[in-house]
């Protein structure tokens, strides 16, 4: 038996997080590590007086030091376009302009300054900061792969299990031999075909488990559009004998968009939370 919308509600988690979720290191310092000798070459500009000459000098003697121009400006990208009378293309790959244009790429920026009265010391720890706040960005992917790996943990509690991750039809079709999702139209409206389930469970009666996770630490759009499309996806699921869909979601997200999950949740049969399955409800199902 469901459990009442006001409970879910009042179940959803503030966070996740564990400890690497902030920021991952790992991948902070082998970035770093790929340019720690262009950025050292760079380091010789600190302090000097002749900024501009000097940076022209040195793109001489070691063209690839351009190369790391971007990071410095907190930039992946290895092309800059900046409009000045016109928009101008700055390749970091491969020089396409005069020096004198990098030069003032440089001075206009603000990077001639940050040399030249010393705010910095060193451009590898300068280097290591920009990598830590760039990797900010990537949490909203960390907490996608933190409610997949939750609840992966619950589904290997369940003795004698048999699970596939991120599957698509043709894997469900070759790894289950069955053809049951044949007639199913997935993510027709938006032309993705090849949609990936998060978690495909065999049940020991046969049926099977299409399991979709997600949490959401804030508000939006998206929390909006995802209900609705779950909703839509489970009542097409819903006919199809012998499969049953399953939305795992959590985040105090919701309790800014509670109406969207509301209606959900009134044509989901199992939409359950993080809170469910401490109770044991994926061993029910």
Known sequence: MKRKFDEIIESLKDSIATYDYYVDFEKVYKNVG?????????????????????????????????EVI??????????????????????????????????????????????QKKKIKNLVDYVTGVEVGLDTNARKNRT????????????????NVD???????????????????DGLNLDEENKKTNKRFDFVVKTKSDKLLLIETNFYGGGGSKLNETARSYAKLGKDI??????VFVWITDGKGWKSTKNNLREAYQNIEHLYTLDDLDKGVLERI
């Open 238 to 243: 819903q006919g199809i004998k012998g499969v």
């Open 70 to 115: 971007p990071i410095l400006l907190a930039i992946r990208e290895g092309e800059i376009k900046i409009i000045d009378g016109e928009i101008i293309s700055y390749s970091f790959k491969k020089m396409n302009r005069d020096i004198k244009d990098y030069t003032k790429l440089l001075k206009e920026s603000g990077l001639v300054e940050l040399f």
């Open 34 to 66: 790929k340019v720690e000798m262009q950025l050292n070459l760079l380091n010789y500009l600190i302090g000097k007086e002749n900024i501009e000459q000097e940076f022209m000098r040195l793109i001489v003697e070691y063209p690839d030091v351009i």
């Open 144 to 159: 996608g792969h933190l409610m997949e790996n939750i609840v992966e943990g619950y589904i290997k509690k369940i003795s």
């Open 163 to 181: 699970y596939l991750k991120e599957a698509t039809k043709n894997d469900i079709k070759n790894h289950f031999k069955t053809d049951v999702l």
